[in-house]
Structures are given as structure tokens and as C-alpha cells.
């Protein structure tokens, strides 16, 4: 089965570059990134899903979050979306035994995608992990996140932060392995998304556990 396609193309040149990194790291991406993708999983077990609650995963990759949360609450509908179609042909494969249920995967532009192009009007909980830091326009997801969610929903983010209670050569040699891989850690993550929250009376909760290594924000809306 492959990916979906929403009515606005994503952008292309960013789609081309993550279809080329991933291209052959797909098939060891889930294998590699738990040695340093710290902070994911807790975020993860913090989310609660109720039953049809719609849960959405920005940049979902493989799959492998969706898959987690559906262990935790197979009651809730979910959806992903990735500017990568290789990435979303691994999350396929991933799904694909799944008869009822199963999670509906576009390819899309995490700056500019609607809850419709889903077929749904919003969304509960909404998830971006490790993301951010590799998305361009990552303000603009930030902001079209919470654009999507529904009344009493709540935004999910986890990525690299400044490393600020490391050592600094620690903090050094991650971030030059991290340029390699087009990944830049968002020194302003938190203001920016409390600027967000602000402007549309959202509560924001952050957290900078293992010295800095991730930081953690999370975005509830009003019921």
C-alpha cells in the first residue's frame, strides 16, 4: 500500500533531501535512534488517549511512535503524517498486517497540512518527536499543530535542546555530529512555542531532563 497524498504537494527540495538521507537508513532507523533519542519514550507514556480520541504523529517516519502509543491505547484512531515517502513506505509495511484500525499515513508538509486533508475536523493529541530540528520551517509546524488541535487538546513536542548542563566538550562534539545529519537543535524550541500557546490561551509545561540532552514542552488547549 503506498502513502497518501494530501491536495498541497509538500515542499519539494526539503522532501528530496529526506528522501535521500532516509532512502537506505529507514531499514536501521528504529535500531540505531533508541541510543540517542533520549526523552522520546517518556513523553510517549505521558500521552493519554481516550476511546475514538484521534491522535496524530508530525513527522511519524517508520512508525515506530504510533506504534508504541497503539500498545498503550488501541482505543484511539491515529494518523502520521512525513514530508519523506520512503520513510511512510517502512510505516506502511509497519501497519500492514493491522485489518482493523489501521493508521491512516500521508505524505505531507508538517508547515501546511489541515486536519481535513485527514478526512477528520481535529485532532486530541498531537505528537512531534525529534522533528523540529530538522524541519526548515519548524515554527510554522509548530503554530499548524495547534491550528489542528480540537478544544481540550494537547500538543506533544520532544527534541534536542542546547545540551546546557553537559560538559562543554560533550556539548561540542553533538552538535557537529548532529550538523552532519542536517539535524539543528532550536535554541529558541520554548519560546517560541510559548509565544504560540499565548496567543491562543494555552497552557505550556517544559522539562530539560538529562542535562539539557532533550527538551520536552507540552501545549493543552482549553476544553
Known amino acids: 500500500m503506498s502513502p497518501d497524498f ?61 506504534e508504541f ?8 484512531n491515529y494518523f502520521g503524517l512525513d514530508i519523506s515517502k520512503e520513510m511512510l513506505e517502512t510505516a506502511n509495511k509497519r501497519f500492514a498486517p493491522i485489518a482493523d484500525n489501521r493508521p491512516r499515513l500521508l505524505v505531507a508538509d508538517a508547515t501546511k497540512f489541515t486536519a481535513g486533508d485527514f478526512g477528520v475536523t481535529g485532532f486530541d493529541r498531537i505528537v512531534i518527536s525529534y522533528a523540529l530540528s530538522m524541519i526548515p520551517e519548524w515554527q510554522s509546524a509548530v503554530e499548524c499543530a495547534l491550528d ?18 553537559l560538559p562543554p566538550l560533550v556539548r561540542r562534539l553533538l552538535q557537529a555530529w548532529l550538523r552532519r ?43
Not at 522520546?40 to 511519524?60: F, K, M, Q, Y
Not at 502509543?69 to 484511539?76: F, K, T
Not at 489542528?148 to 520532544?158: D, Y
Open 148 to 165: 489542528t488541535l480540537k478544544p481540550g487538546g494537547s500538543l506533544h513536542v520532544v527534541d534536542f535542546g542546547q545540551q546546557e548542563r
Open 6 to 66: 494530501p491536495g498541497r504537494p509538500p515542499d519539494s527540495v526539503h522532501a528530496e533531501r529526506m528522501d535521500r538521507q532516509y532512502r537506505y537508513q529507514r531499514h536501521l532507523y528504529d535500531l540505531t535512534r533508541k541510543y540517542y533519542l533520549f526523552g522520546r519514550d517518556r513523553l510517549l507514556t505521558e500521552i493519554s488517549a481516550g476511546d475514538g480520541h484521534s491522535v496524530l504523529e508530525v513527522g511519524c517516519g517508520t512508525g515506530r511512535n504510533i
Open 181 to 223: 545529519f542536517h539535524v539543528s537543535p532550536r535554541p529558541d524550541l520554548f519560546e517560541v512555542m510559548r509565544g504560540a500557546a499565548e496567543r491562543r490561551g494555552v497552557t505550556l509545561q517544559t522539562a530539560t531532563p538529562y542535562g539539557g540532552y532533550a527538551w520536552l514542552g507540552v501545549a493543552k488547549l482549553p476544553a
Open 69 to 76: 502509543m497503539m500498545r498503550m491505547h488501541p482505543q484511539a
